[in-house]
T-cell receptor
Framework: AQSVTQPDIHITVSEGASLELRCNYS??????LFWYVQSPGQGLQLLLK??????LVQGIKGFEAEFKRSQSSFNLRKPSVHWSDAAEYFC????????????FGAGTQVVVTP | EAGVTQFPSHSVIEKGQTVTLRCDPI?????LYWYRRVMGKEIKFLLH????????ESGMPNNRFLAERTGGTYSTLKVQPAELEDSGVYFC?????????????FGSGTRLTVV
């Protein structure tokens, strides 16, 4: 079955430390890949996306993600987190033939400690 | 440009009552989508409009949910009668036709609590 998995429900990280959020997908063909963030009281904001080409994608707010076809993964990273990065992060995919219908992972809640 | 607007931002209703959620997409966006996230679960697709037509309503949970998009502009999602399990956050998103390359723009969501 097609699925998007975010193995970590909750991550706590110290301010200034690095952050990596994992995402794995299971689809017949590589879908379009996205990371969204939802801060408290806010909507879903697009961090970055991957369609094809360079497997290392740069996004907003200093985030980047790396697509690894062999591992069906699209992990999100940030070298040094800020307190404002505390939020919930969602990996999402859109199958290339699905008219833009997203399938989301369960989300990873990131807590940033001083 | 104005973003996707949803209201109300919060709604608390009693079981059995009716609630109508509204979504105003970005002007000119033909595609409009509804999603929801019930407590502790993934964000799930509900349906997709192209202009005023329902392109895909495979995610609608049951016939207590009715979505409309009059004139291809704003959309409403009515829940009648509401049940406890309908509680969650309802998101709307819009995109230009076929323009998945630029992703969607999501609204801030409506948090629905059924008591």
């Amino acid at each position: 079955a097609q699925s998007v998995t975010q193995p970590d429900i909750h991550i706590t990280v110290s301010e200034g430390a690095s952050l990596e959020l994992r995402c794995n997908y299971s689809y017949g063909a590589t879908p379009y890949l996205f990371w969204y963030v939802q801060s408290p009281g806010q909507g879903l904001q697009l961090l970055l996306k991957y369609f094809s080409g360079d497997t290392l994608v740069q996004g907003i707010k200093g985030f980047e993600a790396e697509f690894k076809r062999s591992q069906s993964s699209f992990n999100l990273r940030k070298p040094s987190v800020h307190w404002s990065d505390a939020a919930e992060y969602f990996c999402a995919v859109v199958p290339t033939d699905s008219w833009g219908k997203f399938q989301f992972g369960a989300g990873t809640q990131v807590v940033v400690t001083p | 440009e104005a973003g996707v607007t949803q209201f109300p931002s919060h709604s608390v209703i009693e079981k059995g009552q009716t609630v109508t959620l509204r979504c105003d997409p970005i002007s000119g966006h033909d595609n409009l989508y509804w999603y929801r996230r019930v407590m502790g679960k993934e964000i799930k697709f509900l349906l997709h409009f192209v202009k005023e037509s329902k392109q895909d309503e495979s995610g609608m949970p049951n016939n207590r949910f009715l979505a409309e998009r009059t004139g291809g502009t704003y959309s409403t999602l009515k829940v009648q009668p509401a049940e406890l399990e309908d509680s969650g956050v309802y998101f709307c998103a819009s995109s230009q036709e076929g323009n998945i390359g630029y992703g969607y723009t999501f609204g801030s969501g409506t948090r629905l609590t059924v008591v």
